[in-house]
């Protein structure tokens, strides 16, 4: 018998400024309350009428788990046809040794909500985000495809930070930098939407430890499509380029992030990936030029603010060093410990730019640019030892090294 997933209806409940919705999940025998909490304010745009949200989050767990998922709730025609006759279908066939084909059982309703007309994303204050904001507020030439909401989802991607799921890190982290970007909303008066979610416990639970980077873009569209009586249009940041594409549910899902998220489009919602086809590098070019970012640029995956020391902050120094920006941001980054250090940093994208994307990307700008870089080969005394060992052998690199002690070289 086949094991199946079920979706329960979602009840409302509305305690002080806050609403809460949830529902019942079933899987073997689990049964676990899903819920989601948002503003009282945008409760009206929250949608208790469909499972559209609930099936797009749940989707990767019951593909990885051979369940298939049954919905009391109905579910868009549209989002079931996609699912059903195009993603399913094309998932398994890429990975055939992974998972298998899973049915949906639900309702079908044809009709979306007509009054939607929001146009969303989500904010971090990071790199990726801050492009989508400049890119969808000032660039865009189509009115209709401005942003007019930014949203904050607590649905994972805290845990994706530390690597595993933990209630009280993921919630420090979550308030942390929610604090920060309801500063920088206020600031520009942008409208943020705040959705918090127990998703990432219940999945924890009911099927164990997944790696975020496998299912974020399900679980972000997911919980977009709770909102679609508000969004007739969501940019998701995209991680990779189309140049990057493969279908691998095991890695990041950003990589067919491009297929799978029209895929989990609505007859209202659309999803499109944003920043066009720019690289890593042009993305901090183009925010470079995006004031909003100078004070509040976020990337550091534990600290806020950045801490200046772990690989995606001085990642993210050393490209706005080579774009020569980094100045720009120091109200962000302490600019002064960056550059105690810089030589080895800069020393680092030549070093590991054959393993490392994103160290090749700022060495082939570098190289383009007529940027100098230092050499790879910074040896200590104990390298320069071994490497005449390698090359003399021990008997001269001991006489030499005898040699040089009396010169007081060593
Ligand atoms: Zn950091």
């Known amino acids: 018998m086949s094991k199946a997933l079920t979706i ?6 509305i305690t002080g400024d806050k609403v809460v919705f949830s529902s019942q999940i079933d899987f073997g025998n689990q049964t676990q309350t899903l819920w989601y909490r948002l503003d009282a304010e945008y409760s009206d745009y929250f949608c208790d009428d469909r499972g559209d949200g609930l099936v797009a989050s749940l989707l990767f767990f019951s593909l990885m788990n051979g369940a298939d998922i049954v919905s009391t709730l109905p ?6 046809y996609q ?18 084909p899973i049915k949906i059982e639900a309702p079908l309703v044809s ?8 146009v969303g994303c989500g904010i971090s204050c990071g790199v990726d985000s801050f492009t989508t904001l400049y890119e969808y507020t000032r660039l865009v030439p189509l009115d209709s495809f401005k942003l007019t909401h930014l949203t904050y989802l607590k649905v994972g991607a805290h845990d994706g930070q530390i690597g595993k799921y933990d209630k009280e890190v993921q919630e420090g982290l979550f308030q942390s930098q929610l604090s920060h970007v309801k500063a920088f909303c206020t600031r520009y008066g942008y409208k943020l939407i705040v959705m918090e979610s127990n998703l990432t416990e219940i999945i924890d639970r009911m099927f164990g430890f997944y ?4 299912f974020h873009s399900y679980v972000n569209a997911g919980t977009v499509l709770q909102l679609q009586k508000l969004f007739n249009r969501y940019y998701y940041s995209p991680g990779w380029c189309l140049d990057e594409f493969f279908v691998d549910v095991k890695k990041d899902a950003a990589h067919y992030e491009r297929v799978l998220l029209p895929m989990l489009s609505t007859e209202t919602t659309s999803f499109y990936s944003s920043n066009q086809a720019m690289s890593r590098i042009e993305k901090v070019r183009l925010i470079s030029d995006f004031e909003q970012s100078y004070e509040w640029l976020l990337v550091c995956w534990l600290h806020k603010p950045n801490c200046g020391k772990c690989g995606k902050c001085i990642r993210t120094m050393l490209e706005l060093d ?10 962000c980054f302490d600019l002064d410990e960056y550059f105690k250090k810089r030589d080895k940093y800069l020393r680092r994208i030549v070093q590991r730019r054959e393993r490392d994307y994103f160290m090749k990307e700022l060495y082939d700008y570098a190289i383009a640019h007529d940027i100098a870089l230092p050499s790879p080969e910074h040896k200590n ?5 071994f490497d005449s060992l390698r090359q003399r052998g021990v008997r001269q690199t001991l006489s030499i090294a005898l040699q040089r002690l009396m010169r007081r070289e060593l």
Do not use: D, F, H, M
């Open 322 to 331: 080579i774009i020569g920006k980094l100045e720009l941001y120091r109200a």
């Open 75 to 80: 579910i868009s025609e549209k989002l079931y």
């Open 83 to 100: 699912l059903t006759y195009n993603l399913i279908p094309q998932l398994c066939r890429c990975n055939k040794s992974v998972i298998s």
């Open 381 to 385: 005394i104990v390298n320069r030892v």
């Open 111 to 118: 009709t979306g909500y007509p009054k939607a007309s929001g």
């Open 211 to 214: 790696n975020y980077e496998q």
């Open 8 to 13: 329960g209806k979602i009840y409302k409940e």
